[in-house]
């Protein structure tokens, strides 16, 4: 069987992440300039091929001084690090596990994430469309994201942990 290439489409997908802010509520922030690519050889997907990235510049939680900051040095150091990437070196579709390469500041370090993968369908222009479901926790201290505050109540002010969401719909390329 051929490879195929699936394209993602940006405008039927989201990622995002949840962080606990002051050790008692989460904040939610995503990313709107998104792209990768899917390669497979078979229909289920099986030992597929995951290229993704998304612009830091387009982190966003609904609050600008927020959206600033975590595009400074102090976070993403969105002007000097413009891109976060995500490799896969093993999909394994009976696991429901994807495992790859995440760069964060030109920081890789290997991950494995839960996949769902949620089948295919052809939208109303005829095109192909496969969608996934993934999610996972990193800790940002891995990356470099080392920034925080000390609570005078004790604790801090974010937490260590991210939990990250995708949905993500994949175009098939002719």
């Known amino acids: 069987m051929a490879t195929t290439t699936w394209a993602l489409d940006p405008t039927h997908s989201e990622v995002s992440f949840k962080i606990k802010h002051l050790m008692i509520t989460n904040v939610t922030g995503n990313f709107s300039g998104l792209s990768g690519t899917v390669t497979s050889d078979t229909d289920d997907f099986a030992n597929a091929g995951v290229s993704f990235t998304a612009e830091t510049s387009s982190v966003s939680t609904n609050n600008t001084d927020r959206d600033n900051h975590l595009k ?57 469309k496969a969608g996934f479901s993934i999610s996972g926790k990193i800790n940002r201290k891995d990356w470099g994201l080392n920034w925080n505050a000390a609570l005078e109540t004790g604790g801090v002010l974010v937490s260590e942990d991210v939990r990250l969401n995708a949905e993500v719909q994949f175009v098939k390329q002719a």
Do not use: C, H, M, R
Not at 78 to 95: D, G, R
């Open 72 to 128: 400074s040095a102090d976070f993403f150091d969105a002007e000097q690090f413009p891109t976060i990437k995500f490799e896969t070196t093993n999909y394994n579709a009976a696991s429901e596990k994807i495992t790859g390469n995440l760069t964060i500041k030109d920081v890789t370090k290997p991950v494995t994430l839960d996949v769902e993968y949620n089948g295919i369908n052809k939208d109303p222009w005829g095109n192909l």
